[in-house]
């Protein structure tokens, strides 16, 4: 998996190691399935603070093309780390459904053991039935 880091921001610039530490954490089992990985770190509002670190992460899959996720917070890793979960639970999402899709039709039903007849209810099972029907 290729990774690409980018901030325009010198406080994202610090965050470089860690992000990239945490995002090979995070995508260390589903990376087979990602080609390419890009993060960016931005401030909305600049120096006036509040709710503006953006972390995007832009995925290159195999299978469901380029999938983006963006997570804004008040600090730094708490953008990062809801952008790297986020992410996981998409990826993770997007496998199940490709397997779903190969399980197509109805399931089968079991079938008695050759030479045994099926089961009848017994008289007491007749009973139960009848009163509360």
């Given at each position: 998996m290729q990774v690409?880091?980018?901030?325009?921001?010198?406080?994202?610039?610090e965050w470089r190691d860690l992000a990239l530490r945490?995002?090979?954490?995070?995508?260390?089992r589903l990376s087979w399935g990602v080609q390419r990985a890009r993060l960016r770190l931005?401030?909305?509002?600049?120096?006036?603070?509040?709710?503006?670190?953006?972390c995007q992460l832009e995925l290159n899959t195999d299978g469901a093309g380029t999938v983006v996720i963006t997570s804004v917070a008040r600090q730094w890793?708490?953008?990062?780390?809801?952008?790297?979960?986020?992410?996981?639970?998409v990826l993770l999402r997007l496998w199940r459904r490709?397997?779903?899709?190969?399980?197509?039709?109805?399931?089968?039903?079991?079938?008695?053991?050759?030479?045994?007849?099926?089961?009848?209810?017994?008289?007491s099972d007749a009973r139960v039935l009848r009163s509360t029907g």
């Open positions: 690409i880091f980018e901030s325009r921001d010198p406080q994202g610039a945490r995002l090979r954490f995070v995508m260390r931005s401030d909305v509002n600049g120096p006036r603070g509040g709710v503006d670190k953006r890793r708490t953008a990062i780390d809801g952008a790297l979960a986020r992410a996981a639970r490709g397997h779903r899709a190969d399980r197509t039709g109805p399931a089968p039903q079991p079938q008695p053991a050759a030479g045994r007849r099926p089961r009848q209810p017994a008289i």
